[in-house]
């Protein structure tokens, strides 16, 4: 992860302006939902391990790719929705909802703004490590049923002409989800 992850200020992060209140239920409910996904996602593999299926890798993979859709739509989203309104409020409001024609100033604002957005700003505010965490296309592949699994469970995503691109292993799309929990676990840990 970045130095600006290290450097951010969780305490002021939780204590953003006037959606205090909103921000804190919202982080509380992600993070259940995110307690109970994990006990899934440990039963789920479980029974897939123990498996003699002639398709068990690629029962894996698909389960591994909902798990990684769920997060991508969920607790990331909901962090990368977090960050993003905590730098309007402390450091730069200049995102632009182009639904709208305003500058977002509200958490409300920012469900009239894509992700694809809310990335781009972050990483023009130095917070583009959140885009390591988040594939773009691996999630628009899942999302938009866009990609196939080989036998050996590994992961073949199309790009939008239909081309196939590099197949994906396994291990990766783990180390995605490992990733992405290491980091929401950081930001629960250092919840007030």
């Known amino acids: 992860m970045s130095e600006k992850c290290i450097e951010f200020n ?109 990335i781009e700003f972050l990483k023009r505010h130095d917070y583009g490590f959140l885009e390591d965490l988040y594939p773009r296309s691996i999630r628009n592949a899942v999302a938009h049923t866009n990609y196939s699994i080989n036998p050996d469970g590994s992961l073949v995503t199309y790009n939008t002409k239909g081309n196939p691109q590099n197949p994906i292993k396994p291990e990766s799309l783990k180390n995605i989800s490992k990733n992405i929990a290491t980091f929401i676990n950081i930001l629960a840990a250092s919840a007030p």
């Open 10 to 118: 969780s305490s002021k992060f939780y204590q953003t302006g006037k959606h205090n209140e909103t921000v804190r239920k919202m982080w509380t409910k992600s993070v259940q939902v995110l307690i109970i996904q994990s006990e899934l996602e440990k039963v789920v593999l479980n029974s897939i391990t123990q498996s003699k299926s002639k398709y068990k890798e690629q029962v894996e993979t698909q389960f591994n790719l909902i798990n990684l859709l769920f997060m991508f739509e969920g607790i990331l989203t909901l962090a990368i929705n977090l960050f993003t309104i905590y730098i309007i409020e402390t450091e730069h409001a200049d995102l632009w909802s182009y639904r709208n024609n305003k500058y977002v100033s509200s958490i409300d604002d920012l469900t009239t703004v894509d992700l694809f957005h809310k």
